[in-house]
Structures are given as structure tokens and as C-alpha cells.
T-cell receptor
Framework: AQTVTQSQPEMSVQEAETVTLSCTYD???????LFWYKQPPSRQMILVIR??????QNATENRFSVNFQKAAKSFSLKISDSQLGDTAMYFC????????????FGSGTRLLVRP | EAGVAQSPRYKIIEKRQSVAFWCNPI?????LYWYQQILGQGPKLLIQ????????DSQLPKDRFSAERLKGVDSTLKIQPAKLEDSAVYLC????????????FGPGTRLTVL
């Protein structure tokens, strides 16, 4: 069964600094996507960044970038120049393209950006 | 472009009562999902629709939960009767692709069962 593990329940970072959130996943398949979603307090979940497993190049979206290590099944999110608006729950998620197409989430990391 | 709409935003009921949630996906999105997000956890898929057909309802507690998407657009999720452990946020999401590799989420309905 596919699983997604986020081992950091909470993290904090000073405004303008860099923080890295960790995620590991388990699958025996090769065709899948990985995601980082952001869920601000009392607001809806939005997609931060997406990585296709067959692409070796790490995805980047402005201040957000990932470190995708396929062999290690690791998918960490780096937030550069942290802003107060980055305070949120961050969920790592995985979807397998070959069969279930089911989006599986980790338990989340609560990130607090301190002024 | 309007996002995924959900109502109500909040609902408080007594256990054993019934409740229904409504979702309107992004226009043109054929794939619709309902997720349950218990406090402190990531969302868990309850049911997936492709147009008005069910693709996956393997994690839906069918003895008390039901969902429909009769015209392939709006969807309702019902719980009857509710239990204390059903307290959660119920998220609706839609996708323009059947594979779901691009899902857009609604604001959710926070259900409290007393």
C-alpha cells in the first residue's frame, strides 16, 4: 500500500529565512506524481508545487522548490525568504498514475513563520 | 474563474441526526472528490466521481454515508445517522482530468457532532 510520511509535526522559521519540510513515501510503482499542498488557518487547501516522478529535474515555483530523491523516496519542500503568509499546514501528497489515481496525503507539518 | 463552492461552511448536530453537504465543482471539471479531514490528520478520500458515475468509494462507510452526483455537476454527501467520530472537515475537490493530478479544493464544511 502507498503511504506518505511527514515526520515533522511542527516547525518554525524566522521571517526571510529558509526552511525545509521533509516527506517520504512508499510505492513500488514508477509512474506517479508528488505534491505539496498548503492549508492556511481556516482557509482552503491550495497546490504549492507538483513533481512528476519521471522528471529528474526538481520542480520550482518562485520561492518554493523541492528536492526529489526518487531512489530514496524522499520529497522535501524548501521555502526560501519565508513570509508571514507562509504560516500554514503543509501536506505532502502522492498519486499513482497506473491504477488507483487516489491522492494520498501525509499527516501534515504545521509551519509558523515568526516576525 | 470561480473555484469549488461548498455549503454550509459549518454545521453542528447531535449524534444520530442526519446532515447533508453540497458541492459545486469548477465549471467543466468532470471529476469530483469528497475527502474527510479529521483534526490533526491529512485528508482521506471518501468517494470519487467521474461525471455522474462512481469511480472509487472503497473508503466510504456505506452503512451511514451516501453521496450522489445525479447530473454530473453538483454533488451532495449525506451522513445518516451521524456519530461522534464523524466530526471533521469535509472537503470537496474537482479536477479537469480523470487522473486527478491537478485537484482544486473547496473551503470545506466543518462538522461537529455532539
Amino acid at each position: 500500500a502507498q503511504t506518505v510520511t511527514q515526520s515533522q509535526p511542527e516547525m518554525s522559521v524566522q521571517e526571510a529565512e529558509t526552511v525545509t519540510l521533509s516527506c517520504t513515501y512508499d510505492t513500488s510503482e514508477n509512474n506517479y506524481y508528488l505534491f505539496w499542498y498548503k492549508q492556511p488557518p481556516s482557509r482552503q487547501m491550495i497546490l504549492v508545487i507538483r513533481q512528476e516522478a519521471y522528471k529528474q529535474q526538481n520542480a520550482t515555483e518562485n520561492r518554493f522548490s523541492v528536492n526529489f530523491q526518487k531512489a530514496a523516496k524522499s520529497f522535501s519542500l524548501k521555502i526560501s525568504d519565508s513570509q508571514l503568509g507562509d504560516t500554514a499546514m503543509y501536506f505532502c501528497a502522492f498519486i499513482q498514475m497506473d491504477s488507483s489515481y487516489k491522492l494520498i496525503f501525509g499527516s501534515g507539518t504545521r509551519l509558523l513563520v515568526r516576525p | 474563474e470561480a473555484g469549488v463552492a461548498q455549503s454550509p461552511r459549518y454545521k453542528i448536530i447531535e449524534k444520530r441526526q442526519s446532515v447533508a453537504f453540497w458541492c459545486n465543482p469548477i465549471s467543466g471539471h468532470a471529476t469530483l472528490y469528497w475527502y474527510q479531514q479529521i483534526l490533526g490528520q491529512g485528508p482521506k478520500l471518501l468517494i470519487q466521481f467521474q461525471n455522474n458515475g462512481v469511480v472509487d468509494d472503497s473508503q466510504l462507510p456505506k452503512d451511514r454515508f451516501s453521496a450522489e452526483r445525479l447530473k454530473g455537476v453538483d454533488s451532495t454527501l449525506k451522513i445518516q445517522p451521524a456519530k461522534l467520530e464523524d466530526s471533521a472537515v469535509y472537503l470537496c475537490a474537482s479536477s479537469p482530468t480523470p487522473s486527478g493530478n491537478e485537484q482544486f479544493f473547496g473551503p470545506g464544511t466543518r462538522l461537529t457532532v455532539l
